[in-house]
């Protein structure tokens, strides 16, 4: 069969959605073009790990020229798609005019500042490699200035880390953070007294890991407490020049470090597609996700506005895109046979989280458990999950390391 004749799938990007659609289209009789602006698929879930000195970029990205080197059917292409032509069907990217038969807009989300502005100039994030390393860099000079700080104030301010949103991010890094102080960094820097430094999380709510049952909310603030980490609940912060966060109720806290977990939303192109869009700009689309009046176009993940069974939408999770991402080409699968398509359903895999070394909290088949059991299913989980056989070993030595020697090794600070 001429491959040129063959129905022309384009996807795109290549995060935990575009990956899993184009894998699973692999034998199907379509040629498919993959668009990302990066070379890499990047391992989302363990950014906070670089933020805090634990890992490199190379051990949770992965090119993506090399997962598809074998993958006859399927083109890469790097490039920014900059819009979409639904009725020539087409993408333009920074670069080129590619034709479509069927289009997967697998674009994923960004983060969402809710318009506080300051805080984004100022403030940072974990969302991408280069946010993440930033953070990194960061971090370990506020070590360095606070080592040779004269003024009290200004030193407290220096070791004062304040990570916004406890989400399972916020909670994450928080838990990390606090504890590359207590066994890392008291070792770099005995001369300065670090029980001067704080991590607080900011959380607007009433409670942190909201999407989790009571028992966990509550094991979680618990672990995060018993870490040194300050939890201040229904929080709000509104503004924050560089030095300084306001808070909504009048407070004030000084600090040089925030890290803002607190919101996500759609990839920024999803604005700019003329289609109808749902909470956090997500697109909404068909039971099956087929774009409305647009069946030969399907949006998945992060990007799509998608419902369960109780009215409610579905979290912006690794695991909602994968499934997706299934069901995307499944029914791409099933339009190429005639045959009616099928509508998505998701099935919770549970919810898992850590909150440092030896603490994790975890739903897993309607059990809630917490401790030292959920953090080795933790471990062996995203291990298992990261691309590629050199990553996971490197990624287990690094840990099993780290573990034994209370160390993070990855304490560099490079040019940005
Ligand atoms: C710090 C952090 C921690 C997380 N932890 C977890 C976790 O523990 N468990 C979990 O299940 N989920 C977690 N998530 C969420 C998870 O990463 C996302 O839900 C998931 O990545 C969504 O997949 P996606 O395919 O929709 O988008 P993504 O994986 O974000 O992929 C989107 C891709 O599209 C590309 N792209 C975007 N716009 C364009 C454009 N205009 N042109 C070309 N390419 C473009 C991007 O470069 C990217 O590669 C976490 C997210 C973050 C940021």
Request: aromatic share 10%; net charge positive; charged share 20%.
């Amino acid at each position: 069969m001429k491959t040129e004749k063959l129905p022309h799938v384009v996807i795109v990007g290549a995060g935990f959605g575009g990956l899993e659609t184009a894998q699973r289209l692999r034998n199907a009789p379509v040629r498919i073009t993959l668009i990302d602006r990066h070379n890499y698929h990047l391992f989302q879930p363990l950014l906070y790990q670089i933020a805090i000195a634990g890992l490199v970029p190379a051990q949770i990205a992965y090119p993506l020229r090399t997962i598809f080197r074998r993958q006859r059917n399927l083109t890469f292409q790097m490039g920014e798609v900059t819009s979409i032509d639904f009725d020539a069907r087409y993408v333009r990217t920074n670069g080129s005019v590619i034709a479509y038969d069927y289009l997967v807009i697998a674009i994923g989300g960004q983060t969402n500042f809710f318009g506080l502005n300051a805080v984004e100039e100022n403030g940072f994030q974990l969302k991408s490699i280069e946010s993440a390393t930033g953070t990194r860099n960061h971090l370990l000079k506020m070590f360095e200035q606070a080592s040779r700080a004269a003024d009290p104030e200004k030193r407290k301010a220096l070791l004062t880390f304040v990570v916004v949103g406890g989400g399972p991010t916020g909670v994450e890094t928080a838990g990390a953070l606090a504890e590359l102080i207590t066994h890392v960094m008291t070792k770099d820097y005995p001369e300065m007294d670090l029980t001067e430094a704080r991590v607080l999380l900011l959380e607007a709510t009433g409670t942190v890991m909201v999407a989790y049952p009571a028992g966990l909310r509550k094991a979680t603030m618990d672990l995060l407490r018993s870490k040194n980490v300050e939890i201040r609940l229904n929080t709000k912060l509104t503004d924050y020049n560089g030095r300084s966060i306001s808070l909504a109720d009048g407070g004030r806290i000084d600090t040089y470090t925030l890290i803002w977990t607190a919101g996500v939303r759609s990839a920024e192109l999803t604005d700019r597609l003329g289609v109808q869009q749902a909470a956090s700009g997500r697109v909404r689309v068909e039971p099956t996700l087929q774009l409305p009046q647009r069946p030969e176009v399907f949006v998945i993940g992060d990007a799509a506005y998608v419902e369960d069974a109780n009215g409610q939408p579905l979290p912006m999770l690794a695991t909602v895109a994968q499934q997706e991402a299934k069901a995307a080409a499944g029914n791409i699968h099933n339009v190429l046979q005639g045959k009616s398509l099928r509508p998505f359903q998701y099935k919770d895999p549970g919810l898992l989280a850590t909150i440092g070394r030896n603490a994790a909290v975890a739903r897993i088949w309607g059990l809630s458990f917490s401790g030292f059991i959920a953090w080795v299913i933790w471990v062996a989980l995203h291990i298992y999950r990261l691309i590629g056989f050199r990553n996971r070993l490197v990624v287990f030595i690094h840990w099993a390391w780290d573990y034994f020697f209370y160390d993070n090794q990855i304490r560099l600070i490079t040019r940005e």
